[in-house]
């Protein structure tokens, strides 16, 4: 087996312990206190660690090897893990109940730190992709590793949702110990050639510092790499609202254990566009797919809570799975040929930072807001009143109404976005035309 799919094999383990206990923590944490604040919570403290750690994670894959790295990302998680299950053991009477226990959110905090530790892995992945796959084939590597992503969510939906309903949080931090000794270890017998410059004598090496300037410069020199970054932040802003109820919803609908097994069956969605963009590739523009698949699923999102139905919810989350390994393999493509390679672990982190400050904005809002606010508004106010016959009240279809508001908002974005100049100027510079080609090509370049 080529070191490329190990290292492949090895993110998957990785990936799905840690999306496990961050499945695991979202689905206790809501059976435990019944409060969708609390699941809003979990999402924004998770997505504000993300973007704060991710530019500094970035410094740690530019300057180091690539497999250390994702080793001390194991032996982070590990400790905190660990740190985790003590406090499990060492609980209070009804800490975990209450959902403004200091006790429990303490706890929630040393997991997520836990979880967050694996992001040097996602960050130094693309890197690797660059590093061993020839330029062509970067896109259909790109597919690969979003199918090993949809395997993860895939197992992880599953397990996590038994695992909670079995042994609660115990049983899922005592397996994720286990697992990330595995993959530690495997990654310390692996031999990876990443090609890395050996200094010469008297020749200075870079400095290791994070150089936060010299990354904005480099992002700021490919004209309309900003603009994909903030529409990435934008996406992932409305992302938040997926992030904060999205289980919510579901475990309104179904048990925890049928939520968990439903969402590994979806997971396939991202196994099925893995294997298809592994063997088709992303097409010449990149960028061009990035767009279309974001206004497919955003008009999606207008439709798939419109009303009360499993099925409707089921066909929803399966169309948001299979295309966003297409988003993800897209970005990833246009970065890794635009950005020079000692400079994309701390571009790709800065991405990560950017893209997700958004997101915990929304979770941190949007739980409290939708709970004190929009569910009353659908439950027994004048949203009830005048669309209720039709759409449905009670607290559940409060949810539902968050989402098909973040859906026609969403399109609404994404056509301006694929009409707008930085566009066209960052699908020109990956071809490596002129822009002039592009706005001939595409459209008129407005003045």
């Known amino acids: 087996m080529s ?54 994670l970035g410094a740690i894959v530019d300057h180091n090897s690539k497999r250390l790295a994702m080793m001390g990302s194991s032996l982070v998680s590990f400790v905190f893990y660990l740190a ?110 990443e090609g890395r410059p050996v200094p010469v004598d008297g020749q200075p090496s870079e400095p290791k510092r994070v150089d936060i300037a010299g990354t904005i410069a480099v992002i700021a020199a490919v004209p309309g790499l900003f603009a994909l970054i903030f529409f990435a932040t934008f996406n992932n802003f409305l992302g938040g609202i997926f992030m904060a109820l999205l289980d919510a919803y579901g475990l309104s609908l179904v048990s925890v254990e049928i939520w968990g097994l439903l969402f590994g069956v979806l997971s396939t969605a991202f196994i099925a566009s893995g ?64 950005v020079p390679l000692e400079r994309q672990g701390r571009v790709f982190g800065f991405a990560q930072s950017v893209e997700q400050a958004a997101s915990p904005l929304t979770a941190f809002l949007i739980g409290p ?22 759409f449905g009240t009670g607290p559940d279809r409060g949810i539902a109404l968050v989402f098909t508001v973040a859906g026609l908002v969403g399109v609404l974005v994404t056509i301006i976005a694929l009409n707008s100049r930085p566009y066209r100027q960052l699908s020109a510079f990956y071809a490596g035309r002129p822009e002039a080609e592009v706005g001939s090509a595409e459209g008129p370049t407005p003045a």
């Open 84 to 193: 985790a299950i003590a406090m499990v053991l060492l609980e209070p009477e009804g800490a975990f109940s209450d959902a403004f226990s200091a006790y429990l959110w303490v706890f929630v905090l040393v997991v997520m730190l836990g979880v967050i530790a694996g992001n040097i892995r996602s960050i130094a992945l693309p890197t690797i992709v660059t590093i061993l796959i020839p330029e062509d084939e970067r896109d259909k590597a790109n597919g690969l590793v979003g199918m090993v992503t949809g395997i993860g969510f895939l197992t992880t939906s599953v397990i996590s949702g038994f695992l909670v309903a079995w042994g609660g949080m115990y049983l899922v931090l005592l397996l994720a110990l286990a697992a990330t000794v595995v993959v530690f270890f495997h990654l310390f017998f692996l031999r990876l050639n």
């Open 369 to 390: 807001y939708t709970q004190f606010v929009v569910i009353p508004f659908m439950t027994d106010g004048a949203g009830a009143d005048t669309i209720g016959d039709w």
């Open 3 to 56: 070191p490329f799919h190990q290292i492949l094999g090895n993110n998957l383990v990785a990936n799905v312990t840690n999306f496990t206990v961050w499945f695991a923590i979202t689905f206790w944490i809501f059976i435990e206190t019944q409060s969708v604040f609390a699941t809003g919570m979990v999402a924004g403290i998770f997505l504000v660690f993300t973007a704060a750690f991710g530019i500094w």
């Open 275 to 338: 294997i298809i963009i592994s063997r088709t590739g992303l097409g010449k523009n990149p960028l061009k797919t990035l767009l279309l698949v974001n206004l497919i699923v955003w008009t999606t999102c207008c439709f798939f809570t419109i009303q009360p139905s499993l099925w409707l919810l089921v066909g929803g989350c399966f169309i948001w799975m299979f295309f966003g390994p297409y988003a993800e393999a897209a970005e990833h493509t246009t970065l890794q040929k635009v």
